[in-house]
């Protein structure tokens, strides 16, 4: 790993639709120097120049891969590069940041989580809701068993805009809440399921349906789309005692917990049994709310000066671009339900 240093060198690549996000707190950390600037599009550089004084503008990544002095590079392109880009990294021995997806193919996926701990750089993919308050609230709810026997979960994602045309819904929007649902219920669905249409250009599912199967069973359904009225992203966890709706768009009450649950009572009576609907108060829990982003770039600062692994690794990022990949390819062949199993 790198040496403890009091400021690591960064490199991040792209400056597009997230990238002045990232820029931001980087440039921000007082642990972090962000020494370069990478995007092909030079029309950013004045702005960049503007914002981050001291910060190396380039057009390419080869031209500041080699640099000695530079610990880490962050990757805020489009997913179809983030293979390539990622490999030039990490066979450069720097410490990598990827935006989600990891990458868009499994076997490439498989290889940078090899590849890093070959080289023992830290790999980390942006899954920035492992870092949102809510989502750990909702965590550690159901670690304590509060809401009971988990029944389903569902997602709503959607939005009207930012229209994409070389990559579907499910791998531009669903990534967020496949690594939800993961980061909540600690485990990896047994089988994947997923429809979509290409409404607007025939080439890419601008709507997505994706159910995971859990063991338990467990069912978590996600609905993903660029083509929708409103902007919606909420998630509801329905358990046997407790039920949880988590609105990211709230400006206040981003979690909402139900008491309220069906219970099974007693035997079988007549062949039937009986149940119990329990309906009571509604909890609007106050949170710690902090910058999400910032405390994900925080740890992969920590992770590099410490050596520790980040809570959202590159194992965690290959387990979504395998939910991903089971997913797409239950989409071409008309939702057919695809085991995890088959694609190792």
């Avoid at 029944?151 to 791998?171: E, H, K, M, P, T």
């Avoid at 496949?178 to 250009?201: D, F, K, Q, T």
């Amino acid at each position: 790993m790198t040496e403890k240093k009091d400021k690591i060198r960064v490199a991040q690549v792209g400056f597009g639709y997230w990238g002045p996000n990232l820029a931001r707190n980087l440039y921000q950390m007082p642990n972090v120097d962000l020494a370069y600037l990478v995007d092909k599009d030079e029309t950013v550089f004045p702005r960049v120049r503007e914002l981050y004084p001291g910060t190396a503008t380039v057009t390419d990544l080869s031209a500041v891969v080699d640099d000695a002095d530079l610990d880490a590079i962050v990757i805020a392109t489009p997913a179809r590069s983030h293979y390539s880009l990622a490999k030039t990294a990490l066979l450069a021995d720097k410490h990598l940041f990827v935006e989600k997806p990891l990458a868009m193919d499994l076997t490439h996926a498989r290889e940078l989580v090899d590849l890093a701990r070959e080289r023992q750089r830290v790999l980390m993919v942006g899954h920035i809701f492992e870092y949102n308050s809510a989502v750990r609230y909702i965590k550690a709810a159901l670690d304590r068993g509060d809401l009971g026997e988990v029944y389903y979960l569902y997602s709503r994602r959607v939005n009207l805009g930012r229209v994409q045309s070389d990559i579907n819904a499910l791998w531009s929007i669903a990534p967020h809440d496949i690594s939800i649902a993961l980061y909540l219920l600690g485990r990896m669905p047994e089988a994947v399921s997923c429809h979509g249409s290409a409404c607007l250009n025939g080439a890419v599912e601008d709507v997505i349906f994706l159910t995971l199967h859990f063991s338990g069973p467990i069912l978590c359904h996600v609905h993903a789309s660029w083509l929708d009225p409103s902007k919606q992203r909420e998630m509801t966890i329905v358990g046997s005692e407790k039920m949880v709706v988590y609105n990211d768009v709230a400006s206040e009450d981003t979690i909402r917990i139900y008491d309220k649950g069906v219970y099974r009572r007693g035997d079988p009576i007549y062949g039937e049994y009986q149940f119990k609907v329990h309906s009571g108060d509604i909890l609007v829990p106050r949170l710690d709310m902090r910058e999400p982003l910032r405390e994900e770039l925080n740890d992969f600062a920590r992770a590099i000066q410490t050596g520790t692994p980040p809570q959202v690794d590159g194992e965690n990022g290959l387990r979504v671009v395998t939910v991903l990949a089971a997913g797409q390819r239950s989409l071409e062949q008309n939702g057919v339900k695809v085991e995890i199993a088959s694609l190792r």
